[in-house]
């Protein structure tokens, strides 16, 4: 049998046809990606939309304004955030979680070259109808998030336009999901995890809470930008995760208006912030209302001004005007010659008005004593307690009889001891 002879074809497939049939291929698989990570960040965009629940903060419904002042007002082209802190949140119990720092309202936008933030502190006292007088931490233990913003909007005539309520563990969770962090601030930058913004955090004055956060969220915002559900699925999921669980808002601050507000945050920006001034009694603890300076910050924000420009009242400027109005007189109760007039140099010297010196009816005091008629007058209480502070922990004797020097109504009447002599 013949051996069979093998035989190829010459015909060779044109170049073009080659070419356009690896494009095909390649197109099948960028197609096939492009369907994969478009269904991936379907089911992500899903995820945050079914995770990421709002707030019910009736509040700031515009049908809510028969409980609340209908002349709250703000900047048109302004956006007013409140913005609260809380304890650790624990779905298992039903009870709000306390405020962990004070209350700040945030305004951007508008008139405003650079965010805006006022701190007003969890010891302020509000009016609640139907409750009387509480503290703003009290408020939000009696009605959480939506309870704080009417009484907020109720004391400031602010407008405010959405709310968001952080836990202690939101920022130290997004820091340990995005680690290493990179923030950065004046001091330049770091790279961080949980551990280190919980410790910032732990240690932080009010004033710093504002500084280290705006940071973190600076950080948080250029980490978390379009491409990143993208690009990171899995680590965008974990975000959500945290942002679900640790952080609160009403249903307009939900998806693309908070990833605005994030823009706004996300370059290195300075901000105006200050912090409400309130006077404590040092020695009773009480809250003294300072209504003007409130006012004066409050005004600001209703007017996109910085928060304190040239003329706002501080706390320095109101205790210099009760120690203005306050009357006090010194009497030398120790025996021992030109103590009286030692004391008044000092007291002076700290800016209280001293009407004079004399001498007590007896020379045998040991103990320093501060008289004035309590509960008349804050001013007078508050300096009071000035007086008795400046004196080395003199000791305050509320009288209910109204007190003289050289038949001239006084309202502070110090005895001075044996303990004020520091000749020895």
């Given at each position: 049998?013949p051996?069979?002879?093998?035989?190829?074809?010459?015909?060779?497939?044109?170049?073009g046809?080659?070419?356009?049939?690896?494009?095909?291929?390649?197109?099948?698989?960028?197609?096939?990606?492009?369907?994969?990570w478009?269904?991936?960040?379907?089911?992500?965009?899903?995820?945050?939309?079914?995770?990421l629940?709002?707030?019910?903060v009736?509040?700031?419904?515009?049908?809510?304004?028969?409980?609340?002042?209908?002349?709250?007002?703000?900047?048109q082209?302004?956006?007013?955030?409140?913005?609260t802190?809380?304890?650790?949140?624990?779905?298992?119990?039903p009870?709000?979680?306390?405020?962990?720092?004070?209350?700040?309202?945030?305004?951007?936008?508008?008139p405003?070259?650079?965010?805006?933030?006022?701190?007003?502190?969890?010891?302020?006292p509000?009016?609640?109808?139907?409750?009387?007088?509480?503290?703003?931490a009290?408020?939000?233990?009696e009605?959480?998030?939506?309870?704080?913003?009417?009484?907020?909007?109720?004391?400031?005539?602010?407008?405010?336009?959405?709310?968001?309520?952080?836990s202690?563990?939101?920022?130290?969770?997004?820091?340990?999901?995005?680690?290493?962090?990179?923030v950065?601030?004046?001091?330049?930058?770091?790279?961080?995890?949980?551990?280190?913004?919980?410790?910032?955090?732990?240690?932080a004055?009010?004033?710093d809470?504002v500084?280290?956060?705006?940071?973190?969220?600076?950080?948080?915002?250029?980490?978390?930008?379009?491409?990143?559900?993208?690009?990171?699925?899995?680590?965008?999921?974990?975000?959500?995760?945290?942002?679900?669980?640790?952080?609160?808002?009403?249903?307009?601050?939900?998806?693309?208006s908070?990833?605005?507000m994030?823009?706004?945050?996300?370059?290195?920006?300075?901000?105006?912030?200050?912090?409400?001034?309130?006077i404590?009694?040092?020695?009773?603890?009480?809250i003294?209302?300072?209504?003007?300076?409130?006012?004066v910050?409050?005004?600001?924000l209703?007017?996109?001004?910085?928060?304190?420009?040239?003329?706002?009242?501080?706390?320095?400027?109101?205790?210099?005007?009760?120690?203005?109005?306050?009357?006090l007189?010194?009497?030398?109760?120790a025996?021992?010659?030109?103590?009286?007039?030692?004391?008044?140099?000092?007291?002076?010297?700290?800016?209280f008005?001293?009407?004079?010196?004399?001498n007590?009816p007896?020379?045998?005091?040991?103990?320093?004593?501060?008289?004035?008629?309590?509960?008349?007058?804050?001013?007078?209480?508050?300096?009071?307690?000035?007086?008795?502070?400046?004196?080395?922990?003199?000791a305050?004797?509320?009288?209910?009889?109204?007190?003289?020097?050289?038949?001239?109504?006084?309202?502070?009447?110090?005895?001075?001891?044996?303990?004020?002599?520091?000749?020895?």
């Amino acid at each position: 049998m013949p051996a069979r002879e093998l035989s190829f074809s010459s015909t060779r497939v044109p170049p073009g046809r080659k070419a356009l049939r690896i494009a095909g291929v390649a197109a099948a698989v960028v197609a096939t990606f492009l369907g994969i990570w478009l269904a991936v960040v379907a089911v992500l965009w899903g995820y945050t939309f079914l995770r990421l629940g709002p707030e019910e903060v009736p509040a700031l419904s515009e049908e809510v304004t028969a409980l609340g002042p209908s002349d709250t007002r703000a900047p048109q082209d302004a956006t007013t955030v409140l913005v609260t802190m809380t304890g650790p949140v624990d779905p298992t119990v039903p009870r709000e979680s306390p405020l962990e720092g004070p209350v700040a309202l945030v305004q951007v936008g508008g008139p405003r070259e650079e965010p805006a933030v006022l701190l007003l502190p969890a010891e302020l006292p509000v009016t609640i109808e139907g409750l009387g007088e509480l503290t703003l931490a009290e408020v939000q233990l009696e009605g959480g998030l939506d309870l704080v913003t009417r009484a907020v909007a109720e004391y400031s005539a602010v407008r405010i336009d959405h709310v968001a309520s952080l836990s202690v563990d939101a920022l130290p969770e997004l820091a340990d999901v995005l680690a290493p962090l990179e923030v950065c601030g004046s001091t330049g930058c770091r790279q961080v995890d949980g551990a280190d913004v919980r410790a910032q955090l732990d240690a932080a004055e009010d004033p710093d809470l504002v500084r280290i956060t705006a940071e973190v969220l600076q950080a948080v915002a250029r980490r978390v930008d379009g491409r990143f559900a993208a690009t990171s699925p899995l680590q965008a999921r974990r975000v959500v995760d945290v942002i679900g669980a640790e952080i609160a808002t009403d249903v307009s601050l939900r998806g693309t208006s908070l990833l605005a507000m994030a823009d706004v945050f996300a370059p290195p920006v300075r901000i105006d912030r200050d912090t409400l001034p309130l006077i404590v009694n040092p020695e009773s603890g009480a809250i003294l209302p300072l209504e003007e300076p409130a006012m004066v910050r409050f005004q600001a924000l209703q007017d996109g001004t910085p928060l304190l420009g040239p003329g706002g009242i501080t706390v320095e400027d109101v205790e210099q005007g009760f120690k203005d109005e306050v009357r006090l007189a010194v009497l030398n109760g120790a025996g021992i010659d030109g103590l009286a007039g030692e004391v008044e140099v000092r007291l002076q010297a700290e800016g209280f008005q001293v009407l004079g010196t004399g001498n007590a009816p007896s020379f045998d005091r040991e103990r320093t004593v501060v008289n004035y008629v309590a509960g008349e007058d804050d001013a007078v209480d508050y300096v009071a307690a000035l007086v008795a502070e400046a004196l080395d922990g003199a000791a305050l004797e509320p009288l209910d009889t109204a007190l003289e020097f050289e038949g001239e109504p006084v309202d502070l009447l110090i005895t001075i001891g044996t303990d004020q002599d520091r000749s020895g």
